[in-house]
């Protein structure tokens, strides 16, 4: 059974930096393209950041130059470092594993990230 454990949020000020991770069991981690979604109240969940596994990452126009995606494959954890947070990136933050082979996909709980300003 596919567990991905996220943990990381809490409430920050505008500007202040974050760090989430991804703990995942189940799977084979390295044969996942690991990502992280967010979805704020009212809104639909959306891409922030993907990483494959073998380190390609791909991140949302909204926060290039802000978020940081990176894995460590011995641990199977996928870890999202958000800096400058700003009041828009409030949302529950959610790990995603996407196997790449079978297109299965696997989420987590989620994580809240609530930035004041």
């Known amino acids: 059974q596919v567990q991905l454990v996220e943990s990381g949020g809490g409430l920050v000020q505008a500007g202040e930096s974050l760090r989430l991770s991804c703990a995942a069991r189940?799977?084979?981690?390295?044969?996942?393209?690991m990502g992280w979604y967010r979805q704020a109240p009212g809104k639909q969940r959306e891409l922030v950041a993907t990483?494959?596994?073998?380190?390609?990452?791909n991140y949302a126009d909204s926060v290039k130059g802000r978020f940081t995606i990176s894995r460590d494959n011995a641990k199977n954890t996928v870890y999202l470092q958000m800096n400058s947070l700003k009041p828009e990136d409030t949302a529950v933050y959610y790990c995603?594993?996407?196997?790449?082979?079978?297109?299965?996909?696997?989420w987590g709980q989620g994580t809240q990230v609530t930035v004041s300003s």
């Open positions: 995603n594993a996407r196997n790449q082979f079978t297109d299965r996909n696997d």
């Open positions: 189940g799977l084979i981690f390295s044969s996942n393209t």
């Open positions: 990483i494959t596994g073998g380190g390609r990452s």
